[in-house]
């Protein structure tokens, strides 16, 4: 069965420092998605960034950057330069073909806060 | 602007009451979700419906009904027999079911019950 964890229920910056959100996955497939979603205060989940199992290059886009690792089943998101904005709860997640036709499998989501 | 409306943001409700939970996409995504968040637990699926007409439990539908008798439209009912049902619920949509397409979720309604 497949799981995601993120071991950091919640981690507290200050402004401007770099921050890093672990991902640890377990899946039996060799074909998967994983995703990253932010949820402000708001509550809406917002898409980050999609990668699939096959393309392990690692991605930036602006101050966020993904780190994939196969060998590791590790899917790190890094927050560079981190603004008061950021504070939010992030959630990592995997999408494989086990089981339903759409197993989308969060973890518990680990809440950052950047203080000014 | 296209997204996912959620109604009401906040509920409350008596024991034993079923009470509906609104959602509205008009995005034209043929798949629809319902998620349920408890604090430190993640995200865990409710219900998902590929198409019109259809729908298929997820993880926890035990105490939840749920209708799809048009494509903008997904509501979920709460019964009397969910025996926990406060909670955040989330709605959320995608272009279709497979496995990688991304979700977009409404802003969610909060649900007491007591």
């Keep these: 069965a497949q799981k995601v964890t993120q071991a950091q229920t919640e981690i507290s910056v200050v402004e401007k420092e770099d921050v890093t959100l672990d991902c640890v996955y377990e899946t039996r497939d060799t074909t998967y998605y994983l995703f990253w979603y932010k949820q402000p205060p708001s509550g809406e989940l917002v898409f980050l960034i999609r990668r699939n199992s096959f393309d392990e290059q690692n991605e930036i886009s602006g101050r966020y950057s993904w780190n994939f690792q196969k060998s590791t089943s590790s899917f790190n998101f890094t927050i560079t330069a981190s603004q008061v904005v950021d504070s939010a709860v992030y959630f990592c997640a995997l999408s494989d073909l086990s089981g339903s036709a759409r197993q989308l499998t969060f973890g518990s989501g680990t809440q950052l806060t950047v203080l000014p | ?114």
């Design chain 2, 1 to 114: 602007d296209g997204g996912i409306t959620q109604s009401p943001k906040y509920l409350f409700r008596k024991e034993g009451q079923n009470v509906t939970l609104s959602c509205e996409q008009n995005l034209n995504h043929d798949a629809m979700y319902w998620y349920r968040q408890d604090p430190g637990q993640g995200l865990r699926l409710i219900y998902y419906s590929q198409i019109v007409n259809d729908f298929q439990k997820g993880d926890i539908a035990e105490g939840y009904s749920v209708s799809r008798e048009k494509k903008e439209s997904f509501p979920l009912t709460v019964t009397s027999a969910q025996k926990n049902p406060t909670a955040f619920y989330l709605c959320a949509s995608s272009t279709d079911s497979s496995y990688n397409s991304p979700l977009h979720f409404g802003n969610g309604t909060r649900l007491t019950v007591t």
